[in-house]
């Protein structure tokens, strides 16, 4: 078995960490910078990629089905359409189909997510409970793509 | 611009200071530059009173794409306006060339000045005894700023003036689309923090002011005695000056072992008070925090119109598509928490 891809990169790693130290030009140690980051963020999300995606996309459906009862019609057929579009592609387990999937599931959550704010008035209890489910959702999301540390101080 | 033309430019520059043998001694690119290529140039010539003279000056090339599309003129002109302004150092602007011809791209040139602009810097060694008076010195001249008197000196041939009350939606407007334009994927979490803004907007500012629209540390430059010059002006518009005091207060610049506090030196509270020392306003704290989330929102826009430029096939590759790896994600959970959207 070949070494593994994670282990190679953090090798390349070192090899930019030493390329760093010995770097004067400004503009190329800014280089170095942007190409140890995308280094690491590859890395970090490397052996997770895939079922991360999966595990999105779940969500997302999960979301936008308990939807349907609570919109109108010409939404409820838009929400089904895009359930049934995303459904028949998901053998694809290509990241880039998955994540053209999750683009494809943001845009319903963005319509039900907007009519759900609108209809609020609406006293029917799962409104409320559904907007604070897809806002725990999208923060999952974004949590899980987010570059945060160490990378604060970059100038 | 990879290369500098450095004959046109020595060509250019003996004629802009009328120095017939004019010599460029050296050029180099500064880092950084997203939104343009800026290059350090030092230049030698004999004065009229046959002394030698030297001096270094500072390149702001337009780029074939950028960030934000090239709004070189207003820089250009808030740089003259604010020469003017007590309390706010800007170095001297010396020429504004729009033909593409002259060195190989639109530009301008202004005085190079002493000081450094990276932000971990300011917690290294040899400011050590400065930081805290360069951060208090940050947030006081914002304050000039915001209480500069603009009018009549020439803003109104290159930026509209908003009336106060339109100022909000003006400004969301135009990032949201900006968002639209540079179309990159669904943002349901930035379109729910643009619904938000616009669920309750915030009161028109006292008056219209200078905005600098990217005041922050990284974008001026100090020395350890103190702040010598506020530069990247090319957002700058008119508008309300809290939407500068909550750009240079955003979590992008908390950086260091302390994340309460901007560079890790001073807080929120503090920073308010300084500014308020010299603007003469007071910081309404409801419209701080709807600038604060559109702060957030007018960040997306940049990353994305990077990201958009990269997927584009941007000449300047990585440099547009790191900002949008480092900070989109980011970006949008401090939304999400300004918002307080998981809490409700």
Redesign the interface.
Known sequence: MKPSVPSVLAAVLRGIEDSSRAEQN??K???LR??R??IE?INRDWDGAVPARIAEIDSAMSLLRRGLPLVSDSLRDELQATLARNEATRSDLHLSALDKTI?SL??G??DL??YL?VEMHCTYQGRREL??D???H??AC??R????EP????? | MSDLAVERVQTYLSKALAAADLRVLSAS????GISRDTWGVDVAWTGEDGLPVERGLVLRLDPPISLIKSRRNVEYAMYQVCRDVPGVPVPLMICNEDDPEQIGAPFFAMEKLKGV?????ILGPEFEASRQAIMKQMFEILGAIAAARHEGKGLADVVSTPAPGDIWDTELSHWERIIADNHI?????T??AI?YLRRSPPPPPPRVTIVHGDYRI?NFLFTPEGINGILDWELAHLGDPLEDLAWALAK?W???HD?SRVASLITPEQAIEYWESTSGYKADRAALHWWTVFTHVKCVALWTTGAHEFMAGTPRG??H??PS??????Q??WM?EEIG??E?
Not at chain 1, 145 to 148: D, L, T
Not at chain 1, 151 to 155: F, G, I
């Open positions: 400004p503009v140690l800014f280089e942007i190409l980051t995308v963020v683009d943001n845009a959550l963005i997510h907007e704010e907007i604070r897809i806002w725990t999208l923060e974004a949590r793509r987010a570059v945060i990378l604060w101080d970059v100038a | 690119q500064f880092a950084g602009t990276s932000p971990p810097a994927g669904h943002q349901p979490i379109r729910a619904r990284g992008n908390r950086y260091g994340r990585a440099m598509a790191f790896w480092l900070f989109m994600n980011a949008e959970l999400i959207a998981i409700q």
